[in-house]
């Protein structure tokens, strides 16, 4: 199945181990939801109703050098992953 802008991150063929570690908030974000993420002012449901244990998991996850070496998912989620990065001890870093 190919993966793409809209399939969840469960579904774009994580390492079982980095898959584990996402929470089932972060396990249903796309890519899409990624770069909404990366917005100040967005109005996506699922990008606000995420904890900061749901931004911590996404943070383990993509900087795992597994997760990294995979080519597949490092196209579809590229985007999210060139976000700028603030001051902010809340925020991420990828």
């Known amino acids: 199945m190919p993966a793409n802008a809209n399939t969840p991150l469960s579904g774009l063929g994580l390492p079982a181990a980095q898959l584990k570690m996402l929470t089932p ?3 249903a ?3 899409s ?3 909404a993420l990366t917005s100040s002012q967005t109005n996506n449901p699922k990008v606000l109703a995420l904890t900061v244990n749901d931004l911590n998991s996404l943070s383990k996850v993509f900087a795992s050098p ?3 070496a995979s080519p597949e998912v ?3 989620v590229k ?3 060139t976000i700028s ?3 902010c001890c ?3 870093v990828f």
């Open 66 to 68: 597994d997760v990294a």
């Open 90 to 92: 809340c925020c991420f």
């Open 25 to 27: 908030a972060a396990q």
């Open 79 to 81: 985007p999210a992953l």
């Open 33 to 35: 939801d990624l770069v």
């Open 85 to 87: 990065r603030c001051c």
């Open 74 to 76: 490092a196209a579809v």
């Open 29 to 31: 974000l796309t890519p």
